[in-house]
Structures are given as structure tokens and as C-alpha cells.
């Protein structure tokens, strides 16, 4: 659970609600021989249609780097993640929980959007308290959806 910029062009607005259907990186250049995999392709989350109906929320990919900020080659890579949303860590979240077989689900509040007219750490800073708070509403609203139920039921 945490925070993202979400695009505009993809529907996000902020304060949305996300719950990520997968997740890519966008700056993972690592041209060294077994650890190059660790930043190609993307980790799919559990498929929870149930939990996205129920609770009215959006669905996108997640595009994963290591920067707020967004250099030209990074934006094609989102572009080729087919991203809505752009965060710091969904990625490697959904990496080692490949690694270990364990099924993840990534919630993401939108906080900024990415390929908006204000600069992305202005409007982060703005946009945090409010989006923490519907983080905290959805999360508790989600914990409560999934007591008791399966994977299978999500």
C-alpha cells in the first residue's frame, strides 16, 4: 500500500484509488549477466475483481523507478509498460513475492499527476496528506472486504 503519480492520459486523477494489476520497471539498466532479469518484464499481481467491484476502485499498471522525476528514456519505458500509474517500489514488491510464489495485491493512492502542468514535487507535497488519508480509508475498507474470503473469492 502507498502512493503513486498517476497519467492523466491513462484517467487518473488524484486522490484515486488503484489497485495495480501489475508492475514493470522503467530504470532498472543493469547490463550484468542474471541480475539484468531483475529489471526486465513485469510481475502480474493476484487477480481480485471481486475486491475491485465491491469497493468501486480503478485497475492499472504500475511503472516502477527510483526517481520522482521522469528523464526522456524513463518516459519511454513507462510508455512501453503501458503504465497508469508510476510509483518507487511496486515492482520490486511484486519481484520477491514472484521469488517466494506468494500472491500480492498493490494498493496506490494517486498523489501528483505525472503528465500534469505542475511540478510533480509541488504537487506530491500537496496532494500527501490528502491521498494518505484515502490510503488509510481504502486500506481498512479492503482489510475488511478480505476477511474470511479466499484468494479465490478476491
Do not use: C, W
Not at 550484468?32 to 529489471?39: A, R
Not at 511503472?63 to 510508455?79: A, F, H, R, V, Y
Request: glycine share 8%.
Amino acid at each position: 500500500m502507498g502512493t503513486a503519480g498517476g497519467f492523466k492520459a491513462k484517467g487518473a486523477r488524484l486522490a484515486d484509488a488503484y489497485i495495480a494489476t501489475e508492475a514493470a520497471n522503467h530504470d532498472r539498466r543493469i547490463p550484468i549477466p542474471i541480475f539484468d532479469k531483475y529489471g526486465i518484464g513485469a510481475n502480474v499481481t493476484a487477480a481480485t475483481p471481486n475486491l475491485v467491484h465491491t469497493l468501486h476502485l480503478k485497475e492499472g499498471k504500475v511503472s516502477t523507478g527510483n526517481s520522482l522525476d521522469m528523464t526522456p528514456q524513463d518516459e519511454e519505458m513507462i510508455k512501453a509498460n503501458d503504465a497508469t500509474i508510476k510509483d518507487m517500489e511496486g515492482a520490486a514488491v511484486l519481484y520477491v513475492a514472484h521469488l517466494f510464489s506468494i500472491p500480492a495485491v498493490l494498493l496506490k493512492v494517486v498523489t501528483d499527476i505525472v503528465d500534469g502542468h505542475k511540478p510533480t514535487a509541488d504537487e506530491f507535497l500537496e496532494n500527501l496528506s490528502t491521498a494518505s488519508e484515502v490510503l488509510l480509508q481504502t486500506s481498512v475498507r479492503i482489510l475488511d472486504f478480505i476477511k474470511g474470503k479466499t484468494l479465490a473469492e478476491l
